[in-house]
Each structure stands twice: as structure tokens, then as C-alpha cells.
């Protein structure tokens, strides 16, 4: 069984897409197939060099670089969303593919969680 998962809330100031990520990497765990989609302002959590210790968090980037230790299948980004967000490869971390959320996509999955 595959599973998507949805990221669609900021890394910092909701605990939603951390408790998304968190879900993925319990399910990883245990040889479940899982991929994370960042769509709307989740696309932020794919950017380079964030500086979260002037809001006193510690920076997703790490959490997100473990995701091939867990056995997540893959990190994807909406194309769209990211282009919105100011987002391409250069400013992305490595090991993200570009995509197009929506019913083609989601499609190819068992099922869809949404984080928030």
C-alpha cells in the first residue's frame, strides 16, 4: 500500500507539517511505502539555507535530510507552488523532484494524508 502524504503548512509556526513528517517516518519504519508532497506554502520547508534560530526553532532541513534513512520514497514538490514561493532548483535542497499536484498525481497512490 502507498501512501502520499501533504505538506501544505509552513516549517515554523504550526506544528502540522511536523507532526506530518513525523507520520511519514513512523510508517517508513515500518516498510510502508511512503512520499511527502510539499504543496502551497510547504514548499518552504525545501529551501536551502533557512535560518530558524532568529525564531528560536531549530531548522527542518535537518529532519528532512534523514528522509532517505527512513526509507521515505521520495520528496516532491508542486512546480507551481514553488514557483509562487520564489522557489527553482537553485534555491531547493537536493533530492526534491519538481511535480504537478492533482488528481493525476494523487491517483498513484492508496492514500492521501493532509498535513493541518
Given at each position: 500500500?502507498?501512501?502520499?502524504?501533504?505538506?501544505?503548512?509552513?516549517?515554523?509556526?504550526?506544528w502540522a507539517?511536523?507532526?506530518?513528517?513525523?507520520?511519514?517516518?513512523?510508517?517508513?519504519?515500518?516498510?510502508?511505502?511512503?512520499?511527502?508532497?510539499?504543496?502551497?506554502?510547504?514548499?518552504?520547508?525545501?529551501?536551502?539555507?533557512?535560518?530558524?534560530?532568529?525564531?528560536?526553532?531549530?531548522?527542518?532541513?535537518?529532519?528532512?535530510?534523514?528522509?532517505?534513512?527512513?526509507?521515505?520514497?521520495?520528496?516532491?514538490?508542486?512546480?507551481?507552488?514553488?514557483?509562487?514561493?520564489?522557489?527553482?532548483?537553485?534555491?531547493?535542497?537536493?533530492?526534491?523532484?519538481?511535480?504537478?499536484?492533482?488528481?493525476?498525481?494523487?491517483?498513484?497512490?492508496?492514500?492521501?494524508?493532509?498535513?493541518?
Open positions: 500500500m502507498s501512501t502520499l502524504i501533504v505538506i501544505d503548512q509552513p516549517p515554523y509556526g504550526t507539517g511536523r507532526e506530518a513528517l513525523d507520520m511519514a517516518f513512523s510508517l517508513a519504519a515500518f516498510d510502508q511505502s511512503v512520499t511527502l508532497l510539499f504543496a502551497g506554502a510547504g514548499v518552504n520547508w525545501l529551501r536551502k539555507e533557512q535560518n530558524a534560530e532568529s525564531i528560536q526553532q531549530k531548522s527542518v532541513v535537518k529532519n528532512l535530510s534523514a528522509a532517505p534513512i527512513f526509507g521515505i520514497d521520495g520528496l516532491l514538490a508542486d512546480d507551481e507552488a514553488c514557483k509562487r514561493y520564489g522557489l527553482d532548483e537553485e534555491t531547493l535542497m537536493a533530492g526534491v523532484t519538481l511535480t504537478a499536484a492533482g488528481d493525476t498525481l494523487f491517483r498513484q497512490y492508496d492514500q492521501i494524508a493532509f498535513a493541518g
